[in-house]
């Protein structure tokens, strides 16, 4: 009696929970981009079960489905015009999918063997692929967040071939070839560099495509690590845990193209006016970033140095930013506390501004 009980119980709340979510993706605007914005906007306890529902379970899966059919009806040839970058024998493709989202495929161009990153829309991806004739070999997923795992199952049915890499700490849809931090990965002439990065998840791992690969810079792929001017939700980890994953980007290249997860270039430089109004940078950026998304054109990528000097998530040792939070170190706080606090008042303001 028990067992049925909570058996009824079960299905009860997930049939409320899908009601919420479609009420709430009705009602909100920007609500088609969630589970993000739902979890912004209500308070923890359905914060808890919209989360674990959404990657525990298969509601999740078809929720990210719905989402990706309402995506290609609406934006038929994807939310942004994108442009490819090419360097010796490799060509990196940024694939617009989703509302707001970013694949990318990277392609070693004398054997047209091709890596796909967070291919979420299997369709968008394999269409490139066939009208270029490349080979997929391998697919580095960042973390399980449907939108960016979604597409693993029916890639790799299409090309059985494929290696399909990842954290194991995180349940990565077809995952073949757990990774470990700092583990090499190579695909033909491509070199890459895996890097635990948990906070967002508690699997994250960004990619560092090296440049001598292509004899160009480096390339970084942070999914929904670090995004342009931004940085990710803490979902699943501590301030002091996303802290961690920020340094181990900072210590990169000031040269390297970062090539985030989702365009949320405009929000993000418009919150980092609210939280540094004097840097001067990073005017000069928005007006960029303003032009570029007036005529729909993909923001990617920065560079390492320039989100340095105006991200504000990368920016917790700055004194500039202590005080235009107005906040100050303690007598005896480590200093590594004390920027993990500042990270966690900047992603405070930041969910309340904007639930991204």
């Known amino acids: 009696m028990v067992a049925v009980s ?30 993000r914005c739902v979890m912004a906007r209500t308070e923890k306890p359905f914060f808890r079960i919209a989360y674990s529902l959404y990657t525990k379970t298969r509601l999740g899966y078809l929720f990210y489905k719905r989402q990706l059919k309402k995506a290609r009806e609406r934006y038929p040839h994807g939310h942004s015009s994108t442009q490819a970058i090419v360097f010796s024998g490799v060509k990196v493709v940024p694939i617009p999918v989703l509302s707001d989202n970013y694949s990318y495929l990277i392609i070693d161009t004398a054997s047209s063997l091709a890596v796909a990153v967070d291919p979420s829309d299997p369709i968008a991806v394999q269409t490139y692929l066939e009208r270029e004739g490349l080979t997929l070999e ?8 449907w939108d960016h795992s979604g ?25 073949t070839n757990p990774l470990t931090d700092r583990e090499q990965i190579t695909i033909g002439r491509l070199q890459f ?3 635990f990065t948990p906070g967002h998840t508690v699997g994250h791992m960004i990619y560092l495509l090296d440049g001598k690969s292509g004899d160009g810079p480096d390339c970084l792929f942070s999914g929904d690590l670090l995004f342009l001017a931004g940085c990710g939700r803490m979902f699943e980890g501590s301030a002091q845990t996303m802290l961690a994953s920020l340094d181990t980007v900072a210590s990169l290249s000031d040269n390297a193209l970062l090539w985030p997860g989702h365009e949320y270039a405009a ?11 004097e840097n001067t940078v990073r005017d000069r950026k928005f007006q960029w970033v303003l032009q570029h998304r007036l005529e729909k054109k993909c923001t990617c990528p920065s560079t390492l140095g320039e989100e340095k000097e105006y991200n504000p998530f990368l920016r917790t040792h700055c004194q500039d930013l202590h005080l235009a939070l107005d906040l100050q170190r303690g007598e005896d706080e480590e200093w590594s506390h004390f920027r993990a606090r500042i990270l966690e008042e900047v992603r405070r303001r930041k969910d309340l501004f904007k639930g991204r």
């Open 6 to 35: 909570l058996g009824v119980l079960a299905l009860c709340c997930l049939c409320c929970c899908l009601g919420l979510l479609v009420l709430v993706q009705r009602r909100l605007p920007g609500a088609s981009r969630l589970p």
């Open 138 to 145: 391998a697919i580095l997923c960042t973390h399980k967040h």
């Open 151 to 175: 597409g693993n199952k029916a890639l790799k049915r299409q090309y059985k071939s494929c290696r399909v890499y990842g954290s194991s700490n995180d349940d990565i849809p077809q995952l």
């Open 193 to 195: 560099q895996a890097f």
């Open 267 to 277: 929000d993000n430089l418009t919150f980092a006016a609210v939280v540094e109004p």
